[in-house]
């Protein structure tokens, strides 16, 4: 089983090549959280351009990923949740 995380511009070019979709959601006053919260030296997001083109981003994935076929998770439970789930939608689709 492999877990490739993250996303691509040619990524419906590439769908086929996946068993599984996934998409790990997150409301937004979550996401903004995560963001400006975030330790270390990864400042991506933070300027308030660019978190706000990630919360418009963020709208439309869930639905987008669905339309492909995905799962949708939500990613505002407890980590061990978010994992039981995922391997638990890896496990029943392989």
């Known amino acids: 089983m492999i877990f ?3 996303t691509s ?4 070019e590439k769908n ?3 068993d599984t979709l996934i998409c790990l959601d997150i409301d937004e006053q979550t996401l903004r959280n995560r963001i400006t919260s975030r330790g270390g030296d990864n400042d991506f997001g933070k300027s308030e351009h660019e978190l706000q083109q990630t919360v418009e981003w963020r709208k439309g994935a ?3 990923y669905q339309s ?3 799962y949708i998770v939500d990613a505002t439970m407890p980590v061990d949740r ?3 789930e995922i391997v638990g939608i ?3 689709d392989s």
């Open 4 to 6: 490739l995380c993250g």
């Open 9 to 12: 511009t040619d990524e419906v």
């Open 16 to 18: 086929h090549l996946y």
């Open 62 to 64: 869930a639905p987008y």
């Open 68 to 70: 492909l076929g995905g």
């Open 82 to 84: 978010v994992v039981d």
């Open 90 to 92: 890896a496990t029943v």
